[in-house]
């Protein structure tokens, strides 16, 4: 489906991007805006099926430019490493107020891996370069919130002379069979005390039953317009 991107100026992105969509599959909502340099988006949901799905197999954000290969740059984040699962079969996280959780999420947060013309590699989230922006996190009333921020200049793309991006959004499901080594670790050992919360456990054992008989499953193809300065 089209989708026209506004434009950001003069806020900065964090705020003032708001998902004006909503995929009804996954309940996930979606909004992006660009400026010259760069395409903002926001996801965000409540869906507990959707956020455990999001957690446990990280979410694929694949661009296509005009005039390019399809799917030729990606963005996977957040990175799920097998000791990632390993953890999270062994702890049950209550969503969302759960010291499981924010150390799961402040992991995630460390890096993300981007794919472009020369193949997939690694990106430091905290030691920030001013490229890729990518943050998770979830509030108090449950909804699991996306920020991504990408320079076209890594698509090879001029935003004063493309018109449309292809952004495929999707459960990636493979992220920890990506042949990557894991770098950082979850810290999520036994012994951790969990309260209260929604009780909606991210325990991943059984997990890839559910996921291809989910009919929550995280695929939204969008071609984008972008948006121009006045």
Do not use: C
Request: no cysteine; glycine share 12%; aromatic share 8%.
């Amino acid at each position: 489906m089209t989708y026209e991107s506004k434009w950001n100026a003069p806020f900065s992105y964090v705020d003032e991007v708001k998902p004006d969509q909503q995929d009804q599959k996954s309940r996930l909502r979606y909004g992006i805006i660009n400026d010259e340099h760069y395409v903002y988006l926001t996801l965000k949901t409540k869906d507990p099926t959707t956020i455990q799905n999001i957690l446990s197999s990280g979410l694929k954000i694949s661009f296509s430019p005009d005039g390019q290969k399809k799917d030729q740059y990606s963005l996977l984040f957040p990175v799920v490493m097998k000791e990632d699962r390993k953890a999270l079969k062994r702890v049950d996280t209550d969503l969302p107020n759960s010291l499981g959780l924010d150390l799961l999420l402040d992991s995630y947060n460390k890096e993300a891996v981007w794919k472009d013309k020369q193949g997939q590699h690694f990106i430091n989230l905290v030691a920030q370069d001013g490229s890729i922006k990518s943050k998770i996190l979830m509030d108090q009333n449950g909804e699991l919130t996306e920020q991504i921020a990408i320079p076209f200049s890594l698509m090879g793309v001029n935003a004063r002379e493309t018109a449309m991006l292809g952004v495929n959004i999707k459960v990636d499901g493979q992220s920890s069979q990506s042949g990557f080594s894991p770098r950082i670790g979850i810290g999520l050992g036994g012994g951790i005390g969990m309260g209260g919360g929604m009780g909606v456990g991210i325990g991943s054992g059984g997990y890839n039953s559910r996921y291809n008989g989910n009919d929550r499953n995280v695929d939204i193809k969008l071609e984008v317009q972008l948006a121009r300065a006045n």
